[in-house]
């Protein structure tokens, strides 16, 4: 049974560029939320993902975007990178709605902005 | 912002001892978990107790919560070199689809063998 997997492992981008970040959930999950973990800090919560729709939100710029696909995959966009994007981020698979205690999240993909 | 705050920020400890751990929040919660992070990679769930429980064992882990003093520790017994991470506290916020996790900064963990 396969866990959360993202990809790519690491990535190295330029201020303004735009940027792809892709999240396969854990099998039976179709809940899918995003977290930016800056260095030594906790994650802090992006958007989550149920049913294709975006449904909540946090404290985060329009710059950051995401999909969410039929077969319950995400991706995470972020367009014009500032340096203060570099940051670990992380994918997280749930059950869907209130049932969802824990969530489980995959290895994290690192963005480094120059 | 952050809901729950660990203290210490680090700690160091020779292999064998025990290690604790404490988290602090400031709203009321239906549970708190605590994950585990190896060198800046993902989060392990470790543990979830729930606001009726005021105790639970898992392993050498033992989690302990006090709803009235908004407070949860963490104790790893005998503790191992493998046991080397960061620690977090997480409380979920419930929302209209499903919960978000609100983590601490969390606890740097360094076992020394």
């Known amino acids: 049974d396969a866990g959360v997997t993202q990809s790519p492992t690491h990535l190295i981008k330029t201020r303004g560029q735009q940027v792809t970040l892709r999240c396969s959930p854990k099998s039976g999950h179709d809940t899918v939320s995003w977290y930016q973990q800056a260095l030594g800090q906790g994650p802090q919560f992006i958007f989550q993902y149920y049913e294709e729709e975006e449904r909540q939100r946090g404290n985060f710029p329009d710059r950051f975007s995401g999909h969410q696909f039929p077969n319950y995959s995400s991706e995470l966009n972020v367009n014009a990178l500032l340096l203060g994007d570099s940051a670990l981020y992380l994918c997280?698979?749930?059950?869907?709605?209130?049932?969802?205690?824990?969530?489980?999240f995959g290895p994290g993909t690192r963005l480094t902005v120059l | 912002s952050q809901q729950g705050e660990e203290d210490p920020q680090a700690l160091s400890i020779q292999e064998g001892e025990n290690a604790t751990m404490n988290c602090s929040y400031k709203t009321s919660i239906n549970n708190l978990q605590w994950y585990r992070q190896n060198s800046g990679r993902g989060l392990v769930h470790l543990i979830l107790?729930?606001?009726?429980?005021r105790e639970k064992h898992s392993g050498r882990l033992r989690v302990t919560l006090d709803t009235s003093k908004k407070s949860s520790s963490l104790l790893i017994t005998a503790s191992r070199a493998a046991d080397t991470a960061s620690y977090f506290c997480?409380?979920?916020?419930?929302?209209?689809?499903?919960?978000?996790?609100?983590f601490g900064a969390g606890t740097i963990l360094r076992v020394k063998s």
């Open positions: 997280a698979s749930s059950l869907p709605g209130l049932l969802a205690d824990t969530q489980y």
């Open positions: 107790i729930r606001s009726n429980e």
């Open positions: 997480a409380t979920p916020v419930t929302m209209e689809y499903g919960n978000k996790l609100v």
